[in-house]
Each structure stands twice: as structure tokens, then as C-alpha cells.
């Protein structure tokens, strides 16, 4: 039975929700007060209803309270319908908000739908998958395949939180703080004990590990500019390097065979002029013997029946008959290139009425050799690459970053409002602008920040005061206030008990005397009140040169039958004349107001001192009485 914990301090409204919920089926706890709530609430509860005006503790510092403690479901059952009210509820975690009145009704359907929602959210939080393991957390128990793992409970706490957090890399110290935060001696392998248990109880590799290293590599080349440059360059340099070199090796023993053929095909063409004029066979022998001595190539003649005459090279020497045909029936020379590189061209004459063909072969050793040579190099060539290639990648990548990380530490120190240094680039390229530019840029944001404070400082000092100023009024008004809800009080009293002929206001006379002097007294505040009220604290005053002296006689006389009526002696030391400026009416009132509440705090038949003095350009009014003194402070 689902159990539902009612906070609410009116009794029929707690009759009305009780009753309810318990033909419903409910469970029912009662709470009168926010303290009584927070004692009743534990685990439970399975739903919050909630008033806002409560006794103790109100609705919100009880929903505070209980948030942080559970996620239950909390309602709140209230009369404020106001939007400022029903946001602040929402902002700490309530599911609904309800004005009163409100239908039982339709409550208790609000109540269905938020706990049948929360069995639903607990029922899929309590089982975790992943590909063919499932773990059922309520149940501890785990399942790989249909087959029940059995798993120690580090082992377990370990595999549920990489099921729950699938594809987060924990580091060894996360992982400890998790699980082994309450021993305090532990090992940091511990953790590779446990996974490796795991792995052989699952007989599955589930759960990556990744080695202190790769995690850094890759953060610092996701994170480094310099490392992300240095690698794409790398990368390229030795890409470029590696597609010439093999090219290289590919094509150049090709142009080499070429060019030699060429060469040998020059040479054999101005030979056959020459053994057309021979006059035998012998001595065309002879001739070609010294074309190959010459040309380092190999020979053969021919006669038209296919017959080798003669050979420079004691080698047997095999061609393709049908090139060989071609050759014969076409006069000029031609080219047969085999896959060893060996060229092979043949040349028609004819002596003495007879035709014959001479071949001639190149020597393919020295390019065999070269070749050779070549690809034993390549290796060596390929790591002095490599080595060339991080070293210039260093040396570039640093170069192009260097400004730009200077920069990015210039911005961040911007960032946080602190512009010294500035960033130092000697460049003129697009890089050395940028540096000039935010320099410009730190240096105006400088100036305009020192304006703004200036500004902020002045405008503060106005705030200041203004605040000041309204606090004197704020506190002017209070007193004032205290001081009308006295005589109010008094004058109220004296009526009533003239009106109701109380024992004691036989007089009447006097106390309507009393009576007047009192409405006197809230006439003068009452005019305080008003001119205070006008001035709004924004009256401008205006300086003028006045005697001092003559403005507090006058004053004095004003106050004469006041002084008598309380057999009052003054004592006066003010000399004929003191110049100041000040505001005449300013000051006329405050020179009032306090010989008015030195005479009126005095006891009767006390004494008044007052002195008038002028020293080092300063104007000094002392008013001195016997009574009640207004406190330095």
C-alpha cells in the first residue's frame, strides 16, 4: 500500500484529503506544522501533499529540506495562486501545484498518474543492459547469456557503475573515490584486480581499459594546436617524401635504359653506312668487333636465311622471331625492350649483293647496378625522411603557434579583465596584425574599463548618498511616526476620559489645556512631516553670507514664552557678529528645532547654555541643557 504524508495546518481541509485518500486505497500520514513534516517524512513515504502557509517552517523550507533527502513526489495544496508563488515551487522540484479550492476529485487522478509514472521510472532504473549481460540492481544479480553470474559485491558495485555510465572513461582514482572511498589504505591496482575478475567471470573483454598514455596523447592532441599541427605536417612531409623516393626508384632506371638505348641506336645507325662499304665479311667483323669494344654492347649478324654469322658475346643470345621479322621488313631501326630492361635493336644492309642484319644489344649490367643500389638505399633514405620530418614539423609547428598560443594567453588574460603583458610579435603576416590588433584592442578595452570604473565609483558615491539620504528619511519617518502614536495616544485618552467622566478629569479645563499643547506639539511634527515629504531630499541649498549671531537672537526670542512657561533660566555668550554662509532657511530650521527640544526635554526650573564661536574658519554652536541629552552617536 502506497503511503502519502499530508502537510496541512487547517483541520477540516486534513479531514477532507484524509478521507479521500483513504478510500482510495491510500495509506495516510497527518503533519499539522512544517516541523512535524520534516520529523515525519522517511523513506516510506511515497507522496508529498503540501501546503505553503504553514506553522514553524513554511511549505518551501520544508520541500528544501525533504529535496535533499529524496526525489519523492511533492504536490503542493495551496491558497497563493499567484504565478510568483507557483515558480518558486517549481524551481525547487515539485511535480504539481494546485490552488485551493480544488477538486478531490481530480487531485486524486493528478495523485494516480504521478505515482503510476514513478513505479514505472523505478521498474527501468532497476535493470541494466548491455549487448548479452543484463544485471537486475534490485535483485543483485547479474546475467550474461541467460546464465547467472556470480559476482562479490565490489565486483558488482564496480559493473554496475560501467553499466550506468556506459562509454565514460573512469581513471583508476575516479573509480577509487566510487567505491573504495571509506578505506582508507587501499591499493590503486586493486582496481585492475577487480576488472580482471570480472572479465574472467564474464569471460568477455566488456570493459575497456586505456593506458595512462593513450588518454593523454589523445587529450593532448585534441586539446594542442602545436601537437595538431606537428602531426598533420609530419604526416604530409613523409607522404610527400616516401610517394618521390618510390617514384623515383620506379621511373629512373627506365629514363636511364632509354637514354642508353637512344644513345646506342645513334651509334649503330652511323655504323651501318660504314659496313656497307666494307669488302667482305671479315672485315665487317671486324668493325662491329670494334663498335662493341667501343659502345660496351653486344652484336650478331645475320644473313637473310636466319643464320648467325657472327657474335660478339660467346653468350646465346635469343630473340623473338616475329620481332625480328618486323625488324627485317622495315629498313629502319626499331626497338625491343624485354621486362630484365635489356634493348635490342636491328639494322638491314646490304654487301657485296647480299642482304644481312645486324643486332645490337645494349649491356644492362650497369643499370642492373644502379638499380640495386638504388633500392639498398631506400631504406636509409626513408628514415633520414622520418627523422627530417619531425624535426622540421618541430620547427614549424612552433614557429606558426608560438604567436598564436601568446595570443590565446592574451585573450584569456583579457578575458578575465587583465591586460599586462601584451602579446610581442615581430611579424608583418596576417599573425602579426592579429597581435597588433589585440594589443590596440586590450589596450582600448583598458581605457574604457578605467572610464567605467571612474563612472562606476561616481555613480556609486550617488547611490550612496541617495541611500543615505533615504535611510535618514526612512528613519526621520519612523520616528515621527513614534512620536504622533504618543501624543495620539495621549490625546485619545484624555477624551475618552473627559467624555466618559473617568474619576480624575474633573478639570476639564486643564486637561483641554493639556490637550491643545499636545495637538501643538504633533502640529510642529506634522510640519516636519511635510517639509521633509517636499523636499524629497532633492532641495537644492542655497548659500548665502548671513550673521549668524543676529539669525540665533532671533531664534531665541521666538522660544521666550516657552522658556518662561517652563521657569526655564538661559545663559547666552554670542558675540555682536559672526559672517558664514549657509542657507538661511536650512539653518533657521535646525537652530529651531534643537532649542525646541532642549527646552522641551529640560525640567522645569532647569538651565540653557548656549555659546557662539568662531575658530579657524569654523562657526561653533553649542546648546547645552540640564535634562535629557541627545546621544553622540
Partial sequence: MQKILIVEDDIDIQDILKNHLIDAGYEVA??????????MFDDTIDLVLLDIMLPKIDGYGVCEVIRKRSQVPIIMLTALSDEENQLRGFEQQIDDYIPKPFSPKILLCKIAAILRRRTAENQNQSLLTYKELSMDVDGFHVYQGGNEVVLTSKEFALLRLMLENQGKV???????????????????????????????????????????????????????????LFLATTVLLILVCLLSVFSMARYIPQTYSNRLSAELQRQANDLVPVLEKAGSLEECYSLVQQFTAQTKSTAYIEDSYGDILYSSDKLTITTDKDSIATIQENPDSAIIASDELLTEAGYVFTLLGSDYTLYVQSDTVSVNQAIEAIWQTVPLVILGIFFMSILFSVIYSRYITKPIIELSSTSQKMARLKFEPHGNSNRSDEIGILSDSLNTLSDNLQHTLAELKKSNSELEAEISKERELEKKQQEFFSAASHELKTPLTILKGHLMGMLNKVKGYENQEAYMERSLAVVEKMETLVKELLYVSKTDGKQRTEYKTIDFAELLRVQIADVTDLLSEKEISLSVNIPDKILCDADPAQMERAIQNVLVNAIRYSPNGEAIYISLSNDKNTVSCKVENTGVHIPEE
Fill in 170 to 228: 573512469f581513471t583508476r582514482q575516479m573509480l577509487l573515490d566510487r567505491l573504495w572511498a571509506d578505506d582508507l589504505e587501499v591499493e590503486d591496482r586493486i582496481v585492475d584486480s577487480h576488472i580482471k575478475n570480472i572479465r574472467k567471470k564474464l569471460n568477455a573483454d566488456y570493459i575497456k581499459q586505456l593506458e595512462g598514455w593513450d588518454i593523454e596523447l589523445i587529450r593532448k592532441i585534441k586539446t594542442s594546436l602545436t601537437a595538431k
Fill in 30 to 39: 497527518v503533519a499539522s506544522d512544517g516541523v512535524s513534516g520534516i520529523a
